[in-house]
């Protein structure tokens, strides 16, 4: 530790200067034992000691903290809610899904394909459009936005499901319809 009269270094433990003969003040002799290792160590266990599980636990303002925050959480799970037109697996159908053309696929062996539909938050209006093998829409209906809808095997099989609010699209699907054995052809 070094001398604040004459600047001399000193043991760290020493009680007075070698050179001068000034005491140290035990503040002093403090702030150069916890510049050491052994003095970081033990200011680490001591705030270790001050925070503990049960410390925090007994805190009101953790607590309150706590609370708020899984309320927020919750509100904002609530708000945010579905975001994104998708498709789920049902019973009377395989459903398959193709990444590199965002394309679904449904396969049944019935006439018809009762889909199971996750629609966005707040959607108002679910519309169905059935194009022919070039792209020209054939036809274009509103459906209901429940989360269920019945699709025909026809001739096309080609549908585009477009979710909106107001008059602003909140997202589409493309899917293929087929039976069971046009699939297996």
């Known amino acids: 530790m070094k001398c604040r009269y004459c600047a001399q270094d000193n043991l760290l433990m020493a009680n007075y200067c070698c050179a001068c003969g000034k005491p140290f003040t035990d503040d002093e002799r403090k702030a150069a034992y916890d510049q050491t290792v052994y003095g970081r160590i033990d200011q ?29 959480v919750g509100i904002w799970l609530r708000m945010s809610g579905v975001n994104a037109l998708r498709l789920e697996c049902g019973e009377g159908y395989r459903l398959e899904y193709l ?27 679910l519309v169905v459009e059935e194009y022919d093998e070039s792209g020209s829409l054939l036809s274009s209906q509103s459906c209901r936005t429940d989360g269920a809808l019945s699709l025909d ?21 493309t899917v293929y319809v087929y039976r069971e054995s046009e699939a297996a052809e």
């Open 153 to 173: 095997v026809s001739a096309t099989n080609h549908y585009v499901l477009r979710s909106r609010r107001g008059e602003k699209d909140t997202g589409a699907l």
């Open 99 to 125: 990444k590199e053309t965002d394309t679904y696929y449904a396969i049944s062996e019935k006439g018809a394909v009762d889909l199971r539909l996750v629609v966005p938050n707040r959607t108002t209006a």
């Open 44 to 72: 680490a266990r001591k705030i270790k000691d001050i925070v503990t599980l049960d410390v925090i636990k007994s805190s009101v303002w953790f607590r309150l903290l706590t609370l708020v925050l899984i309320v927020a």
